[in-house]
């Protein structure tokens, strides 16, 4: 089953994002579940909170985070932090 949803549901998610956007979601992943702390985030790229707005901001665009309370993220798609440590198993900030 986690393969089918690797290949099929999280695959066409994943190839749609950018560089940044890939590293951001790797970034939650590396926390744990969530939600996210925007500043744990921002600690584990090596970035400023508000440099990574833009990604942020895009991110909720396309559908993959949401912002359940101020300062906080967490993926829309149950699993998805699962699938992120699969498909990029090496976090590099």
């Keep these: 089953m986690t393969r089918r949803l690797d290949e099929n549901f ?3 998610r994943f190839d749609r994002l950018t560089p940044k956007e890939k ?4 970034a939650m992943a590396e926390i ?3 939600p996210y702390r925007t500043g744990d985030i921002a600690d584990r790229l090596g970035a400023k909170i508000t440099t990574l707005g ?3 901001a895009n991110l ?6 949401y912002s359940p ?3 906080e993220m967490a993926f829309t798609v149950p699993l998805f ?3 992120m440590r699969r498909a990029m198993p090496e976090f590099q900030s």
């Design 10 to 12: 999280f695959r066409v």
């Design 23 to 26: 590293q951001y979601l790797r």
């Design 32 to 34: 744990g579940s969530g």
């Design 54 to 56: 833009p990604v942020r």
């Design 60 to 65: 909720i665009r396309k559908g993959m985070v």
């Design 69 to 71: 309370s101020h300062g």
């Design 81 to 83: 932090d699962e699938f």
